[in-house]
């Protein structure tokens, strides 16, 4: 019964003129991201952090999730027309879905690539609403040492399951860490890392990390890159798929959900490693296995159905443990602290307007992106024909007046800027950015949990493994670590990035 009434509650929020026009807004430009390549929704969510501060934390955080499951969806389009995926989790799309458009059948394949999103988010949603008061219940119950614990299990994991090395990934949390760190010591009132510029006093904001490493690193990455694309055709025909389309679909859209939001919830793991998952799955699966790469209607169902459920099971950990799974779950937890709401279980306790009203969304969310994109297609495809060089000077300029705007301050935009050259650097050293945002974010929580722990067991360790709860989490970063060392299983984790 209280289920029903926190979901009356959520559509009640997100049904209001005002809300449903940020989840419409978030949904169209998710899409917009989605179909061209290059940009993404880290960039996307990273310059319109600053707009977030002026929104309703409702607004906001509808619309920022509107932006990150839209563009899972409108990755898909480009990777089954043009052979070339808007957003990484696609690229497994490309495989069947482009074979399928070059022999006439663009059609079906976007059709069962749209029904599978929408079957996977629905359910994604359905898993977020009832495994969300549970989860948070129980983590009302973590002290500080299990907090802490919780923690560290999420960034070795992020690591683990990042591209490249575990070294490199643990190397990139901890270096995200102590640049979260930088900034005055709540407990002695010294300053840290702050190489003696005052600018540094409260530490670098996040809104000015999160620009920098993903927008403008992204335009110094895409300028060296040519970006000459062969349309199909604008017009696409036939969107109803067949009987036999749909016979062999609705099985791998099935498995494709359950894989997606199984893997959904554990960080670091991503859509990509999901939709790569399910697709290998599907080839093993089948009767005709020399089918898959020749047009495949599985190879499209399955890897859409897991990508789409994985981004809505990402919302999982980070609404209810305030742990975010992935570099684009730690921007929207940046937004809601930005918002002044402290990330975590309390989330749902004294602000159920807001989590409610996001889940909610996400149902309504789903179906407007049907709705919209299917007629839009020849849309999208023509807004392929933009020349990147007109889209990065936009980004870099509304970047600049974002980041200025949080403080009236231009050496944020110089900070940004220092943090655009730094993830530039880790790409070419191949390293992902992702754990380094993860221990920016977690970084100092990590410290301050750590320093409680401390105090409350009188400076013994112990207290981390006499704890069942933290014993466990421990446990499990062990594990994954440990996985690590087996050359087998990192050259699957490798390739799987590789590929999906």
Known sequence: MDLLQHLALGFSVALSPGNLLYCFIGVLLGTFIGVLPGVGPLVTIAVLLPLTYGLPPEGAMIMLAGIYYGAAYGGSTTAILVNLPGESSAAVTCIDGYQMARQGRAGPALAIAAIGSVI??????????????????????????EYCSLMLMALVSA??????????????????????LAGTDINSGIDRFTFGLPGLAEGFDFVVVAAGLFAFCEIMVNLGISHNRGVISSKVTGL????????????????GTAVGSILGVLPGAG?????????????????????????????????????????????IPTLTLGIPGSATMALLLGA??????????????????????????????????????????????????????????????????????VNMSATDVAFAAFFGVLGYIFLKLDCEPAPFILGFLLGPMLEENFRRAMLQSRGSLAVFVTHPLSATFLAIAVIFAGLMIFPKIVKRKNQAITEG
């Not at 990509?272 to 009767?287: C, G, H």
């Not at 399955?302 to 990508?307: F, L, Q, V």
């Not at 839009?376 to 392929?384: K, S, T």
């Open 120 to 145: 996977a988010g629905c359910f994604g949603t359905v898993l977020i609403a009832l495994c969300g008061p549970p989860l948070a219940s129980v983590a009302l119950q973590f002290g500080a040492a």
């Open 159 to 180: 690591s683990a399951l990042v591209r490249g090395s575990l070294v490199k990934g643990m190397g990139m949390a901890m270096c995200g860490a102590i640049f979260g």
């Open 240 to 255: 109803m798929p067949t009987r036999d389309d749909m016979k062999a679909s609705w099985r791998p859209i099935l498995r």
């Open 271 to 315: 859509q990509t490693i999901a939709s790569f998952a399910s697709y290998a799955m599907e080839r093993k699966l089948s009767r005709t296995p020399e089918r898959f790469g020749r047009g495949a209607i599985e190879g499209v169902a399955g890897p859409e159905s897991a990508n789409n459920a994985a981004a809505q099971t990402h919302f």
């Open 336 to 405: 809601l602290m930005i918002q002044g709401i402290t990330p975590g279980p309390q989330v749902m306790t004294q602000h159920p307007a807001l989590f409610w009203g996001l889940v909610a969304s996400m149902w309504i969310g789903n179906v407007l992106l049907v709705i919209l994109n299917l007629p839009l297609v020849g849309l999208w495809v023509a807004l392929l024909k933009v020349p990147y060089r007109w889209l990065y000077p936009v980004i870099l300029v509304f970047s600049c007046i974002g980041i200025y705007t």
